[in-house]
């Protein structure tokens, strides 16, 4: 499996194989949840399936953020 970017640090590694995948830690898994509980992130509108159709064909383990910089 390629490296991941840790979504709170940005740090590069194997973040899925850990326990705390996607996030190289269980500080940085926190932190991203403190975000959600206060809001700082949030979903915009409610999901469809439509939203999902251009991950469908990705592999396994592939990180959506870097598929278009591969091809």
Not at 2 to 15: D, E, I, L, V
Not at 31 to 47: A, H, I, Q, T, Y
């Amino acid at each position: 499996m390629k490296p991941a970017k840790c979504p709170t640090c940005k740090k590069a590694g194997n973040w899925f194989e850990g326990k705390y995948g996607p996030f190289c830690s269980h500080r940085c898994k926190l932190l991203d949840l403190g975000k959600w509980f206060s809001e700082e992130n949030k979903v915009s509108e409610p999901l469809r399936p439509e939203h999902f159709l251009q991950f469908e064909d990705l592999p396994p383990g592939t990180d959506p953020d870097q598929a278009d910089d591969e091809k």
